[in-house]
């Protein structure tokens, strides 16, 4: 599913998952932490990057087509939710990319390894720019104030991905935490990463969470943005 297909679309009905992956979230005072963590850090980053929101929103307006756009995403306990990102493609995206895969057989497997394309036809010249920088995700905190996300967490999926590439155990872990903004697949290299190292390491924050390893992702994301390690 693209970036345009629920631009104009809340988030889509729960995900029928069966009842083991209903994880809760972390518990505990850790747990509240994280959460205070969340708030406050979605809250002032708000307030500081208003001034370069405004331009990046009409300079998208300007390529026509929708400034925002959700995604259904799989969230806490299996739950969908409208995942929010800056348009960064094309309107016709899902015709271009069926198209594609169907006629470029080396680009369908790179699709099915990574569920990314280096040279990815539906992107604009304004999309390019944001995701390189990850400034298309920006408006994810908004989905951190709502409870949705976590700034720390595994990248939010959709449901053919964690049906097709997370084990029983792997989605489990992925269903116990809320999906995070940056995590640890995006301070490891995140598309220089193939899909499976990339499950790999959502069930490693999963099992090793603390609020110190969420301190530390979030130190490590600084220089991995400013760098664009990966980013596609």
């Known amino acids: 599913m693209s970036d345009t297909t629920l631009a104009a679309r809340g988030a889509a009905p729960a995900a029928r998952l069966p009842r083991h992956h209903r994880a809760s979230c972390p518990a505990g005072l850790q747990g509240r932490l994280k ?104 408006p994810q905190l908004l989905n951190v104030l709502r409870g949705e996300m976590s700034l720390v967490g595994p990248r939010p999926v959709v449901q053919q991905e964690l049906d097709q590439h997370y084990s029983q155990a792997a989605a489990d872990a992925y269903c116990a935490m809320r999906p995070g903004i940056t995590g640890l697949w995006q301070v490891s290299g995140r598309s220089d990463t193939t899909y499976a190292e990339r499950v790999a390491l959502d069930t490693r924050y999963a099992r090793e969470w603390s609020i110190l390893l969420d301190l530390r992702i979030l130190l490590r994301t600084i220089p991995a943005v400013l760098q664009r390690r990966g980013a596609v």
């Open 35 to 138: 959460r205070a963590l969340d708030v406050l850090g979605a809250a002032t980053l708000l307030l500081l990057i208003l001034p370069i929101l405004l331009p990046i929103a009409l300079a998208i307006r300007a390529d026509g087509g929708p400034i925002l756009f959700r995604h259904a995403r799989i969230g806490l306990g299996g739950r969908s939710f409208g995942c929010l990102k800056f348009r960064s493609m094309v309107t016709d995206a899902d015709a271009r990319l069926a198209r594609l895969l169907a006629e470029d057989p080396a680009a369908a497997a790179e699709w099915a390894l990574r569920r990314k394309l280096p040279r990815d036809p539906r992107i604009t010249r304004i999309g390019a720019f944001l995701r390189s920088t990850s400034l298309d995700e920006l």
